[in-house]
T-cell receptor, first 117, second 112 residues
Framework: DTGVSQNPRHKITKRGQNVTFRCDPI?????LYWYRQTLGQGPEFLTY????????KSRLLSDRFSAERPKGSFSTLEIQRTEQGDSAMYLC???????????????FGQGTRLTVV | GEDVEQSLFLSVREGDSSVINCTYT??????LYWYKQEPGAGLQLLTY?????DMKQDQRLTVLLNKKDKHLSLRIADTQTGDSAIYFC????????????FGAGTILRVKS
């Protein structure tokens, strides 16, 4: 399977704990995106990388959230001191070029569902 | 601002056509997309349309774009039970050229 891969698929954690998710994009894609999706809503943009550089962060991404893409390949998203409001599906996507004009489509992974209890 | 709107729910009978509608806000959006999400799964890109096109057809899928009204629709011909899912339209506003802005999704239920 050469699609976008996310691990774990599900994570249940206690409030206050830290969690880390991993995303492996399609190998030749240099752009990687993180989105968050809550029940009944469409995905909301969190952040994106071009190669190893994090180029944009949404205001949704509080100081408790940090994302890295150290070698321009896989990425991790860490949430510190989780809160119940962090419960959501976290989606990763990758694309060969930007998703805008002249760009190419983004392909999504199956997501990591986080439940904070 | 960023606000993509979709109707919440659509129910059709197997074999009928489905039409899912979407309105978007940013006239500068160059690409408009339709994604499908099945229960518990990620998003699958169905099709997209470039803003200088009025229509795009891909097998059972037809996308219509009305730029004047900022209205996008997805028609699924001969709808099957396997088409039951949530359908999201998304735009890439020029100002935010690096991210997709999604609607809240339309739940399509296909009755056999």
């Amino acid at each position: 399977d050469t699609g976008v891969s996310q691990n774990p698929r599900h994570k249940i954690t206690k409030r206050g704990q830290n969690v880390t998710f991993r995303c492996d994009p399609i190998s030749e894609h240099n752009r990687l995106y993180w989105y968050r999706q809550t029940l009944g809503q469409g995905p909301e943009f969190l952040t994106y990388f071009q190669n190893e550089a994090q180029l944009e962060k949404s205001r949704l991404l509080s100081d408790r959230f940090s994302a890295e893409r150290p070698k321009g390949s896989f990425s991790t998203l860490e949430i510190q001191r989780t809160e119940q409001g962090d419960s959501a599906m976290y989606l990763c996507a990758s694309s060969l070029k930007h998703a805008g004009p002249g760009g190419t489509e983004a392909f999504f992974g199956q997501g990591t569902r986080l439940t904070v209890v | 601002g960023e606000d993509v709107e979709q109707s919440l729910f659509l129910s059709v009978r197997e074999g009928d056509s489905s039409v899912i509608n979407c309105t978007y806000t940013d006239s500068s959006s160059t690409y408009l997309y339709w994604y499908k999400q099945e229960p518990g799964a990620g998003l699958q890109l169905l099709t997209y349309i470039f803003s200088n096109m009025d229509m795009k057809q891909d097998q059972r899928l037809t996308v219509l774009l009305n730029k004047k009204d900022k209205h996008l629709s997805l028609r699924i011909a001969d709808t099957q039970t396997g088409d039951s899912a949530i359908y999201f339209c998304a735009e890439v506003p020029m100002e935010y050229g690096n991210k997709l802005v999604f609607g809240a999704g339309t739940i399509l239920r296909v009755k056999s």
